[in-house]
C-alpha cells in the first residue's frame, strides 16, 4: 500500500494537474527541519526572519506573535517577471541573473537570524540558484539557520507546488500554489555543493518525496 | 465582500481622491482620506486613516493611525495603530505597526516591526489575535506559470 504522505509530493498527470486549483488546501504535514528551528529559536525576540516564499498570513502572525521581525520576498514569483527574460549564446531562453540581482533580494541595513527558503531551489531557474544561495549567506548572521526543502528523485517533474503555512511548532498547512515546474532533483552531495559556504547542514528523513535541511551559516 | 468606501455619504465624511487624480509632492492633513488616483511624494495623516483604494496607486512613505490598502503601495508604511493588507493589495515596502491584517492574496514584499511602545503587552497580543487571521493566500492572478523543462544543476 502506498504511503499516503507521499501523494503530496509525487508528481501527478496532466489532467490530474489541471483539476487542481490553486490555493486549495492539500493538508497539513509534520516537519521535523522547521520542529528543530523553532526549538533553536525558542527564548529568543526580537530576530530577523526571511520568508522567501508567498506572503503568507499564517507565517507572519506565527513570527510576529513571537516578537521577532518579519521579511518576506517571493523569489519564484519574481523570478517569473518578463524584464528578466534573456537569450544565451545559443539563443536558448534562460534568464539574466546580473538583472534579477539587481532588483531582488536587497536587504540593506539589515541582517537576518534565519531564512524560511523551503523548497524554492528546486522551482528556481538554473542560472538563478546558487548566487541565490550566495546572497542569501551574505545577509544571514554566523549562525543563522536557513530551512529548505527538497525533492527526492521519486518525486517527478510534475510535483506539484505546494505553499507553506506554519501551522504549530513543527506543522505545516500545504496549500496548492501556481503551477510551477519542478527544475531539478538535488542529491545529498549537490545540497552539500550548494551550500558549501554554510557551516553546517543537517539533514531531516521525511515520510513523503521531500527532504529537509536544515543549514547554519 | 469588499469594505473600501464608495458611497457618496463616505464621501462626505472622508477626503476623497477619485482615480483620475494625480499628486506628486507632500501630502498632509487633519482628517480620514481615500486614495484611488496616484500620490507620488510623502503622506502624512498622523492622527487619522487612509484607504488606498483598488485603483489607488501610491509610491510615497506613508504615516498614519490606520492603514488599509486595497491597491498598490511602493513605499514604507508607519501605521501608528493598525495596517490592513486586503486581498487585492500590492506592497513593496516596510511595515512599521502595532496590528498587522493580511488577507488572504495579499502580495507584500518588505519588513514587518511590530511595535510595542504604545499599548501594553497584553492589549497588543489581544490584537494580534484577532486582527491577523491565517486565511488561504493565493498568489495574485497575474503570476505566470513557466514550463521549462527538468534539468540538473549540475552533474
Not at chain 1, 170 to 183: A, C, S, Y
Not at chain 2, 128 to 154: L, M, N
Request: net charge neutral; charged share 25%; glycine share 8%.
Amino acid at each position: 500500500m502506498a504511503n499516503p504522505f507521499s501523494r503530496f509530493f509525487r508528481g501527478k498527470s496532466s489532467a490530474e494537474n489541471q483539476q487542481a486549483v490553486q490555493g486549495t488546501d492539500a493538508g497539513f504535514r509534520r516537519s521535523s527541519g522547521l520542529g528543530e528551528l523553532t526549538r533553536l529559536l525558542k527564548g529568543s525576540e526580537g530576530l530577523a526572519i526571511l520568508d522567501l516564499g508567498p506572503t503568507s498570513p499564517a507565517n507572519i502572525t506565527h513570527f510576529t506573535e513571537l516578537g521577532h521581525r518579519v521579511y518576506n520576498e517571493d523569489v519564484l514569483l519574481a523570478a517569473q517577471n518578463a524584464d528578466y527574460k534573456a537569450k544565451d549564446a545559443n539563443g536558448n531562453p534562460t534568464i539574466d541573473a546580473d538583472h534579477f540581482f539587481r532588483e531582488n533580494l536587497l536587504f540593506r541595513n539589515v541582517k537576518f537570524d534565519a531564512v524560511l527558503c523551503w523548497d524554492i531551489p528546486d522551482y528556481l531557474a538554473e542560472p538563478l540558484v546558487k548566487p541565490m544561495v550566495e546572497r542569501i549567506a551574505s545577509v544571514l548572521n554566523p549562525k543563522g539557520y536557513l530551512l529548505a526543502f527538497f525533492h527526492t528523485k521519486d518525486a517527478g517533474p510534475d510535483a506539484p507546488y505546494y505553499r507553506y503555512h506554519i501551522n504549530g511548532l513543527d506543522n505545516l498547512r500545504l496549500q496548492r500554489g501556481p503551477q510551477f515546474r519542478l527544475q531539478r532533483v538535488f542529491n545529498n552531495r549537490h545540497i552539500e555543493n550548494l551550500f558549501h559556504d554554510y557551516a553546517s547542514l543537517k539533514f531531516f528523513l521525511a515520510r513523503d518525496n521531500v527532504r529537509e535541511v536544515l543549514v547554519v551559516r | 465582500m469588499d469594505t473600501y468606501r464608495t458611497s457618496e455619504q463616505t464621501r462626505t465624511d472622508v477626503a476623497h481622491i477619485g482615480k483620475s487624480v494625480v499628486v506628486k509632492g507632500e501630502l498632509s492633513g487633519s482628517e480620514d482620506l481615500f486614495v484611488d488616483g496616484e500620490v507620488e511624494g510623502s503622506i502624512e495623516l498622523h492622527d487619522h486613516s487612509l484607504t488606498v483604494g483598488p485603483n489607488g496607486r501610491i509610491r510615497a512613505n506613508i504615516t498614519a493611525k490606520e492603514v488599509v490598502i486595497h491597491g498598490r503601495v511602493d513605499g514604507n508604511i508607519s501605521g501608528k495603530d493598525r495596517v490592513e493588507l486586503r486581498k487585492s493589495a500590492v506592497l513593496a515596502g516596510d511595515i512599521v505597526t502595532q496590528r498587522i491584517l493580511i488577507e488572504d492574496g495579499a502580495y507584500f514584499k518588505g519588513g514587518i516591526d511590530i511595535s510595542k511602545d504604545q499599548t501594553p503587552r497584553r492589549e497588543q497580543q489581544a490584537g494580534h489575535a484577532t486582527s491577523t487571521p491565517v486565511t488561504p493566500v493565493t498568489t495574485p492572478s497575474s503570476s505566470p506559470v513557466p514550463a521549462a523543462p527538468a534539468s540538473s544543476t549540475r552533474g
